[in-house]
């Protein structure tokens, strides 16, 4: 089955720490995205991915890190300068870029 | 930039009824104009979409509606039932240009 998968389903992070949120394609899209949904509030674009080595930040990078090292692959790093990062990830891909994104079902971040 | 504003936050509505949730945007050049159901705990899933080129587009019981003069666009279920229950975000994009969501809407289908 084609798909985007995201792991893990829940994730805690103490102070200090970088944790990694992973992303996952089969789908053989081009573009990938990493959103943050705080709760009643809609999708916030942290940093996306048109193409393999190439990505763009979004309105809310500011204490994150991708990399696209693969089509297939686009990792989230949650890094210890993000002050308030409990929320919920969600990555996205599409075939061209802004169109059709499809969803991974998303990560649960909180802070311990 | 883009903002897209959605209205109304929650909407409760009886099995069977029709529910509408109106989304306005601001950037007059948006050319693109998706609709996405969220269920608990999921990602959201993509459920119709328009283009500026088109007034209207229907599948099945979900509709979308557009308006490039107000620059405002609806999404129409009709028939509703309890399976439709979820977190609907509207958005907006142009090309090259990211894409905009709206804030959500709770639908709350009673039996």
């Known amino acids: 089955d084609g798909g985007i998968t995201q792991s893990p389903k829940y994730l805690f992070r103490k102070e200090g720490q970088n944790v990694t949120l992973s992303c996952e394609q089969n789908l053989n899209h081009d573009a990938m995205y990493w959103y943050r949904q705080d709760p009643g509030q809609g999708l916030r674009l942290i940093y996306y991915?048109?193409?393999?080595?190439?990505?763009q930040k979004g309105d809310i990078a500011e204490g994150y890190s991708v990399s696209r090292e693969k089509k297939e692959s686009f990792p989230l790093t949650v890094t210890s300068a993000q002050k308030n990062p409990t929320a919920f990830y969600l990555c996205?891909?599409?075939?061209?870029?802004?169109?059709?994104?499809?969803f991974g079902s998303g990560t649960q971040l909180s802070v311990l | 930039g883009e903002n897209v504003e959605q209205h109304p936050s929650t909407l409760s509505v009886q099995e069977g009824d029709s529910a509408v949730i109106k989304c306005t945007y601001s950037?007059?050049?948006?050319?693109?104009f998706p609709w996405y159901k969220q269920e608990l705990g999921k990602g959201p899933q993509l459920i119709i979409d328009i283009r500026s080129n088109v007034g209207e587009k229907k599948d099945q019981r979900i509709a979308v509606t557009l308006n490039k003069t107000a620059k405002h666009f609806s999404l129409h279920i009709t028939e509703t039932q309890p399976e439709d229950s979820a977190v609907y975000f509207c958005?907006?994009?142009?090309?090259?240009?990211?894409?905009?969501f709206g804030a959500g809407t709770r639908l709350t289908v009673k039996p």
């Open positions: 958005a907006a994009t142009r090309s090259n240009n990211d894409m905009r």
């Open positions: 950037d007059s050049a948006s050319n693109y």
């Open positions: 996205a891909s599409s075939w061209g870029v802004w169109e059709k994104l499809f």
């Open positions: 991915s048109q193409i393999v080595n190439d990505f």
